[in-house]
């Protein structure tokens, strides 16, 4: 999102920039919540920073001094669930020997972020939107209202219609959390921003790991801008701290680039519509496919010319590696 290395904890707005204007847009919708203490949505891929997002909006308001609490709503009982969000008395339920205070109100004066907030359950739905609504909950096992004053930032990787179709999401409860909607745009639909990304997750790896890192060789930057990153920002970084890892120079060279070559063992292309810079059209689907060659040559090197070792720490199996390579 910016070029330069984000601290998440303290990170504001002020330290996001963006050349594509659909994250330009988002970012002017966050600078408006920010401004606000309107409920928040955030919608977006896995892995495109709705977290990060969220934290810099807390960072940015008038709230910023008080708490930011995280909650990911996801895979949890009913029972734990209302005890994460909305806390426990003494004998609750099973193991519950003390008081616990749950996140709503750990939240108190801040920001509470509740991550996959589709995935919560129907009952905490209820429960939450009267939360919101008046700032009034009550701790499992007790019939006594507790009062909160909390900021709610929720996000979800489900697209809007799916949301809204959903019969497991309370409409009044989406109406309630959606003051503002921001939609934080796929990796692969930013291309403007890519190298700005690249550069400033090498510099963060560089100086995490110790390491004097001036760039990318060529061949690894053709790689990595013609690579459609399905990951988005998280495998971004984990693509790039693992090659600053492996590179032994000042230069990242494409053999210490280690893409997901895909569950399907393809690696992902770019969208068509974000061309790699320095061509489009064919020219650029041509040279994406030499890349991708380079790349598994490189690889191939490593493993002493070992095809299914090669083709093991690709992820894909031994005949997509010989199509990649044009063998037989």
């Known amino acids: 999102m910016s070029p330069r290395p984000l601290d998440p904890w303290q990170c504001t707005l002020d330290d996001f920039a963006s050349a594509d204007e659909s994250m330009d847009r988002c970012l002017e919708l966050a600078r408006a919540a920010a401004r606000t203490d309107l409920p928040t949505l955030i919608l977006g891929e896995t892995g495109t920073g709705k977290t990060l997002l969220a934290r810099a909006i807390h960072n940015t308001s008038r709230r910023a001094a008080k708490g930011f609490v995280s909650f990911n709503a996801a895979a ?128 963060a790896a560089g100086a995490q790991q110790g390491k004097s890192i001036t760039g990318l060789s060529k061949p690894a930057a053709d790689l990595l801008l013609g690579y459609g990153w399905p990951g988005n920002l998280r495998e971004l970084k984990r693509v790039v701290h693992t090659a600053v890892a492996l590179a032994e120079g000042d230069v990242v060279p494409l053999q210490a680039v280690l893409l997901d070559v895909g569950l399907d063992g393809e690696v992902p292309p770019a969208a068509a519509t974000a061309p790699a810079p320095g061509g489009g059209g064919r020219e650029s689907e041509d040279d994406l496919h030499a890349a991708i060659a380079r790349h598994i040559r490189a690889v191939l090197e490593r493993c002493s010319g070992n095809k299914r070792q090669a083709a093991r720490l690709l992820g894909i199996s031994r005949s997509r590696l010989d199509r990649h390579l044009g063998t037989p």
């Not at 005890?83 to 339920?93: I, K, P, T, V, Y």
């Not at 209820?126 to 008046?134: D, P, Q």
């Not at 809204?164 to 930013?190: C, E, M, N």
């Open 76 to 203: 949890l009982s009913d029972t734990l669930l209302d005890s994460q969000l909305f806390g426990h008395e003494r004998g609750a339920f099973t193991g519950a020997d003390k008081m616990v205070k749950g996140k709503f109100e750990q939240a108190h004066g801040g920001t509470l972020f509740v991550d996959e907030i589709a995935d919560l359950a129907l009952s905490a739905q209820a429960k939450i939107l009267r939360a919101i609504e008046y700032g009034e909950f009550e701790r499992l096992g007790s019939e006594r209202l507790q009062v909160a004053d909390v900021r709610l930032v929720a996000a979800t990787c489900l697209p809007l219609d799916q949301y809204l179709r959903s019969a497991q999401f309370r409409k009044d409860l989406f109406y309630r959390i959606s003051g503002i909607t921001l939609t934080v745009p796929p990796l692969r639909r930013r291309p403007n921003d890519l190298r700005a990304l690249l550069a400033a997750e090498l510099a």
